[in-house]
Every structure is written in structure tokens, then in C-alpha cells.
């Protein structure tokens, strides 16, 4: 008996586990964290009808969700003012993007996305053998006109573009994204990452016919609506390409308790609106705690703030550790130069008064 | 702008969907099911623990779940024998299968299983562009030397066998599927599905070293601990294979409500002997019925029995409609001849006096 031999694309990839999480922090550290400001969580938590409809739902955890997940895209559907046929949920959205690129990416084709954002996405096209172009951000902003010149430059099948973007926290106006979609070349497909849209003021979302045969939108149940650990994201965009998904998905993949976490807290607007507001206070606050430190911040659409620690890369991962040292879970841009900043997620006053606790120190123990 | 076009595997896959669940029928009914005996859950639900944990867990679902599934790994440990870096948890065996097939298989590759036996792993495996040889059942038993025999012929890169076997619910001895996978050509790798393993007789548990290369074998949550709704298996092989999962796998995909579930679950062991008998008990109410109605069971080492209408797949299938539009959900094999069985899982008291008051009617208007 020999070892089983793994494809040429999956021998190709690192065995190593990509993403780090909070609990493996606080094992290696041996306590819990004060404050968990590093994944974009809504620590203001979900609807208190959410939780009441999933506390339901556990007793009926014995039975698989229903694989069309029928009940949530018909509430999504009068939500979104498109018909369900337009809609898939999924396992989050990196469940989804996983999903597209198998749909789409043969290997060797090209795919576009900017230099530094959702690493997640990159480990979906590696994983299927695409051909990752990257463009650098101008300034704190993905460079819609870059991508849309690589796009043509490399003949690219795929381009990425999270508005409001992650890391950044920045956003375009909806009528430049419009746009975007409208100068790519034939046969590429614009995946438009709005996990932060229902956090971003109207201006941000584009208008998009939803039948326009080159965007797919992808939202989330994770940020402003509380659901991160129950994974449930959904995509919109032109039937066919959405129909596609149940050639490939795991239909039966849905747990039956996020399905009815997910329905009530999109029928519960007027909490989502209270958090909106709380998030919109939050960001003003680590602005504020920036600033009495000597630090400035980049103005966000999204559930989070991009803090600039003022200095290189290196310091800015030595303030991050500081903050983790005394139990804040904060994290950064993966890549240079938006990596001289700190990315903080929004929360409530507990966690804003450990992050404004622990900010002074570890920036003196940074020098 | 054009439409998008797919990969050329997926182009060739059905965009149909392959599984239809009870909530579609029900749909379709315009009214719930009395009893819900059709996909093998566990009606006998999970731990109370497990429930109770489950809803502590709801109250932290604005986190992520630990992408590393630490703890539930350690506790598999210790309840397997096995040390940690042989086990990985996913989303449900069906999850995994995905990512299994989809690190082996390239297009073209030889895959073997039986004829009627899992869907969703030929699902996978057509979905990579794997090309399926199947064997048939020898009677109400999966042929291992006929899949051993194809295995050779076909040259195949992955064998699927599910023992205890699902839709007929016959188990092979421990020993016989320990030689089995001896007997594979070199670099074939044995998928053993050992999703109703726990609710098997001890006999049927091959002892087989996890480090042995050519074998994985995956086990569920799903059926004795009764979360089918909470999408967890887990797989436990050589550290090389099961850390290739690493490469692929959705890392944040688990959600923390079924984290909690399954490792409670486990823990609760008094729970998980008590389902198991009572799933005896159903086992041999079920072939009680039957018999009082004329018909003949398979013996089952599953939470499910194969009651054979004794005629052709179209009484069956008469019988099968006549249950359901009486409110009793049960399915059927896929494929002749097994499909002349209807498959029944085992339940309480309430569910299986359903089943006792719709049989004969079912029977007696299928003619």
C-alpha cells in the first residue's frame, strides 16, 4: 500500500492552515480575550427575536434544513424587490465564492483583484488553479480604473471588488460600481463583495439590474445583522449563473438553527437599525481614541475602523501585539502599505473602553 | 456584455436539484408530515445536554466559530484513540466527501462504488469530473469482491463502501472490510462511510491502524447523536490525508451552535446508549409491522429498515406515494432491484403508529 497521490492542483497548495482565530490566540495564551475587535463580529450581537427563533430551532436540530432553504429566499426576495430565482444561500459568503470560482475558474485563467483584500477569495482561486493579478490600492481605496485596465490586460474571467472594501473600511459611490461592471471585458464576471453594504451609507450601493449578465452580489448575515458563527450569506445576480449553484453546492449544507436565525433577524428591521446606529457611534469612538493618541483614522462605511498607527509596518505590528497582550483581539491589512494600519472592529462600551485601556500602553511599548 | 460561461465540467453537470427534502413535499402537500421517516434522522433527538449547550451557544453567535474545531477534535480523540492530527471535522460527511473527492480525483479518474448505493458521494465525484464504474448489490449486501475486482480493472483512484450500508442497511464483518482495503491496487484509496458505524453491532467495526495510508473513514453526528440539522462529521486517516484538508476546506465553515451540539453530544455517552436502544426497539417494531402486513424486512445494523414490498419498483413506488399522502415520509433506493424496497427509519412510538395506521392502505391502494 502507497500513499494516495493528491491532485497537481491541490499538491500545489500550502498544507498549512490559512487563517489564525481568536480561540487559537487564547489557547497559546492561556486566558480569554477582554475584547474581540479583530474578525468584524457584531459584538452588539443578533435580533433578540433571532435568538428566540434559533432557541426554537434547536429543538428541531434533529431533522436536516430544508435544502432549498425556500423560507429565508422568500423573505429575501421582498427584501431585495428580486424574484427568488435570482437569490442562492449559502454557507457565508466564503462558502459562496468557493462555490463561484469552482463554477467559473478553470486553471490557468485569469483573475483580478486587488493587492491586500479578501485573502479568503485568494484561497478559493489557488484552490481551483486560477491565475491571481493583483493592482495595488490607490491610497485606501481599491483603484476601480486599475482593475478594470488589468481586467482587459490579463483577459481576466473574475474580478473581485468588496464594496465597502475590507481591509479599508473605505467605499465608491454605487454609480462608479455601475460603471465598473459596464467596462469589463466581454465574458468576465464582476464578483461584488458587499458583505458591508447593509453598513455603508445608500450612496455606496449601486444600482444594478439584477439581470445584468456580468455582476453577482454577495451579502452576509455575519456583520450588521450579528450571525457570523451561524454562516449564512446569500448572492443575487442573473438566473443562470445563479441556478448554476445547485450543480455544485452542498445542498443539504445549511444548519436548520442559522436557517431561523437568519429568517427573523431580516424581519426584525427596527433592531438592525439600532445597530446600525450603535455601529455609526462606535466608529466615532475609535476615531476619537485614536486621535487622543496621536493617531489618525480612515474614514469607514463598514463595522470597522483602519487606524493608522503612523509608522511602518513593523510598528504597527508591534502596537497590535501590545493590544493583544492585554486580552484586545484587533488585526491588520495583510500586505504593504496599508499594513502600517490596525484594523478595529466597532463594539460596545466595554470593548471601546479595554481598546482606549490598552491603546496608550501598547503604543509606548512599541517605541 | 455576455453571458458567463463555466468550466467545462460544469457545463456538463444537471443544473437540476438532485435532492428534494420533506419541507418541498410538504410544500407541495399544503401540510406537514405526521411522521418524518424518511431520511434517517434521529426522531429520538439528541442529548438534552446537547440541547442545552446548543442554546448557550446561541447567545455567542456573533462570534466565528473556532476554525481549528479544537475542542471537538481533542474529545474525538479520546473517544476514538487516536491522536488529533488523524481527525478533521467538517460540515457533515457530505461536507467532506467534497473536499475529499475534490483533492484526489482530476478529471478522468477512476472512481468505484456500488450501484445504488450514496448519491451525494457520485454527486461529488461527477461534480469533479470523476468517471463513476459502479458494481452491483449482491442481494440486500454491497459485493466487496466484485468492488475489489472493478477496483483493479478500472484502475480506480478512490473506492467508496459504506458499511453499515445505506439505503439497505446489511453490515459486512470487521475483518472482511479490513482486508478489503489490502486487497485494493496500489495508490487506491478506500472511502469507508461510516455514518451509521455507531449504531452498528461491534462486529461490524473493522479494526484497521488510522495510520494505515489507503483508508479513511468518516462518521456523523447526524443519525445515533441525532444533529442531522447541524451539519458535523468527521473523518479520521493518515495525518498526511487529513491534514491535505487543510488546502480546501471552508476554515470558518462549522457554526458555532453545532460546535457546542456535537461536543456536548458526545459527552453525554448514558444519552447515546439510550437512543441506541430504542432505535433497537423501532428496528424490530418496523419489521413487526411489516410482517403483520405480509411483508419481509432486511435486517438492519442502521436506524433505518428496508422493507421489501415483495413486488416490482412500480408497487413500490405506489405503496411509498400511498404512505406520504397520508402524512408518512419514507423514501426508497435509488435503483433496481433494490427499488422494490421502501426504506424506513426508526422512530418513537408516535411515528411508528403512524407507519402501523398507513401501511395497509398504502397497500391496499397500491392494488
Known amino acids: 500500500m502507497t500513499h494516495i497521490k493528491l491532485t497537481k492542483i491541490a499538491q500545489s497548495l500550502p498544507n498549512a492552515v490559512p487563517f489564525v482565530g481568536p480561540e487559537a490566540l487564547e489557547r497559546q495564551r492561556g486566558v480569554a480575550f477582554k475584547a474581540r475587535l479583530g474578525a468584524n463580529e457584531s459584538t452588539f450581537g443578533p ?7 434559533m432557541n426554537a430551532a434547536v429543538q428541531e436540530t434533529w431533522k436536516y434544513c430544508d435544502p432549498e432553504n425556500h423560507d429565508l429566499k422568500e423573505a429575501l426576495s421582498a427584501h431585495l424587490g428580486v424574484h427568488r430565482d435570482h437569490i442562492v444561500v449559502g454557507e457565508g459568503i466564503d462558502g459562496l465564492q468557493g462555490y463561484l470560482v469552482r463554477l467559473i475558474i478553470e486553471p ?16 478559493h482561486v489557488n484552490g481551483f488553479g486560477g491565475d491571481l493579478h493583483t493592482v495595488p490600492y490607490q491610497g485606501n481605496f481599491e483603484d476601480i480604473d486599475a482593475l478594470i485596465a488589468k481586467a482587459h490586460q490579463v483577459k481576466a474571467k473574475l474580478v473581485y471588488f468588496a464594496n465597502p472594501d475590507n ?13 465598473f461592471a459596464s467596462k469589463l471585458p466581454k465574458g468576465c464576471l464582476l464578483l461584488l463583495d458587499e458583505a458591508y453594504a447593509d453598513l455603508a451609507p445608500p450612496e455606496a450601493i449601486p444600482e444594478i439590474p439584477v439581470k445584468t449578465p456580468n455582476v453577482i452580489r454577495m451579502r452576509t448575515f455575519s456583520k450588521a445583522y450579528g450571525l457570523a458563527g451561524a454562516r449564512v450569506g446569500y448572492a443575487f445576480g442573473p438566473v443562470d449563473l445563479i441556478q448554476a449553484f445547485d450543480k455544485v453546492r452542498n445542498h443539504f449544507g445549511m444548519t436548520r438553527v442559522s436557517q431561523a436565525g437568519a429568517l427573523a433577524a431580516l424581519a426584525d ?58 486580552g484586545v483581539f484587533v488585526r491588520m491589512p495583510g500586505v504593504s502599505p496599508l499594513n502600517r494600519h490596525i484594523r478595529v472592529s466597532c463594539g460596545g462600551e466595554q470593548e471601546m473602553a479595554a481598546f482606549a485601556d490598552a491603546l496608550p500602553d501598547a503604543l509606548r511599548s512599541a517605541g
Open 167 to 179: 481591509p479599508m473600511g473605505t467605499h465608491h459611490r454605487g454609480q462608479d460600481v455601475a460603471e
Open 269 to 326: 428591521q427596527e433592531y438592525f437599525k439600532h445597530v446600525t446606529g450603535l455601529v455609526a457611534q462606535s466608529r466615532t469612538k475609535i476615531d476619537k481614541i485614536a486621535r487622543s493618541n496621536g493617531l489618525i483614522t480612515v474614514p469607514s462605511a463598514t463595522n470597522f475602523v483602519a487606524v493608522d498607527c503612523g509608522r511602518d509596518h513593523e510598528f504597527a505590528t508591534l502596537v497590535l501585539n501590545g493590544l493583544i497582550d492585554q
Open 47 to 53: 435580533s433578540p427575536k433571532a435568538i428566540a427563533a
Open 108 to 123: 490557468g485563467d485569469a483573475v483580478v483583484t486587488s493587492l491586500g483584500a479578501y485573502p479568503t477569495f485568494n484561497f
